[in-house]
């Protein structure tokens, strides 16, 4: 199964209110990245994350990495029609070393 | 640069029918990578390639195969199709294998098994 939880599943917005997807492990993560999925489209890179509190931003997103390493968050404020899609974490635990795990993802809709 | 390409874009197959995935990169990666989405799934790794000529199972590889053709291709291959491999199919390439890389998608394939 998934090594990362991603809480919401869904998530539906006014335009301009602040959105923020978790990313959630058991276990203690070496790294995380995030991911960028439009309708339709496929999965972009957006950040990788890879020291304890650490906090990274990209005009109105802003990514953070939590203390212990076992948890992650994406905050958009003040959210547009653009930022429509999903929104996947994966994270660098693998099983063998060579791949990474990605969340079931957060679907963002935003409601102009 | 084109990226990571894959072909078809669309494809229904009927049950026990087989087709292979084309995927290509022009990045000169190391790494290549077939997921497939489903609905609240997320991607799922199904086969992975870490350099030319070695190829590892992922996360769900049964009823697929795969080959690393070379450096810039890496294709899969489903031998007899079933309902239960109707998905979107993504390739993906990254620098080097491991999980400090991000990788590249390519635009997806979404075969339906009628």
């Known amino acids: 199964g998934q090594q990362v939880m991603q809480i919401p599943q869904y998530q539906h917005v006014q335009e301009g209110e602040d959105f923020t997807t978790y990313c959630n492990s058991s276990?203690?993560?070496?790294?995380i990245q995030w991911y960028k999925q439009r309708p339709g489209g496929h999965p972009v890179f957006l950040i990788q994350?890879?020291?304890?509190?650490e906090v990274k931003k990209q005009k109105r997103l802003t990514f953070q990495f939590g203390e212990a390493k076992k948890n992650s968050s994406l905050h958009i404020t003040a959210t547009q029609t653009t930022d429509v899609g999903t929104y996947f974490c994966a994270d660098g635990q693998t099983y063998n070393n060579n791949d990474m795990r990605f969340g079931a993802g957060t679907r963002l809709t935003v409601k102009p | 640069n084109a990226g990571v390409t894959q072909t078809p874009k669309f494809q229904v197959l009927k049950t026990g029918q087989s087709m292979t995935l084309q995927c290509a990169q022009d990045m000169n990666h190391n790494s290549m990578y077939w997921y497939r989405q489903d609905p609240g799934m997320g991607l799922r790794l199904i086969y992975y390639s870490a350099s030319e000529g070695t190829t590892d199972k992922g996360e769900v590889p049964n009823g697929y195969n795969v080959s690393r053709l070379n450096k810039r291709e890496f294709s899969l291959r489903l031998e007899s199709a079933a309902p239960s491999q109707t998905s979107v199919y993504f390739c993906?390439?990254?620098?080097?294998?491991?999980?400090?890389?991000?990788?590249?998608f390519g635009p997806g394939t979404r075969l339906t098994v009628t």
């Open positions: 276990t203690t993560l070496s790294n």
């Open positions: 993906a390439s990254s620098v080097t294998s491991g999980p400090s890389y991000e990788q590249y």
């Open positions: 994350l890879v020291k304890s509190g």
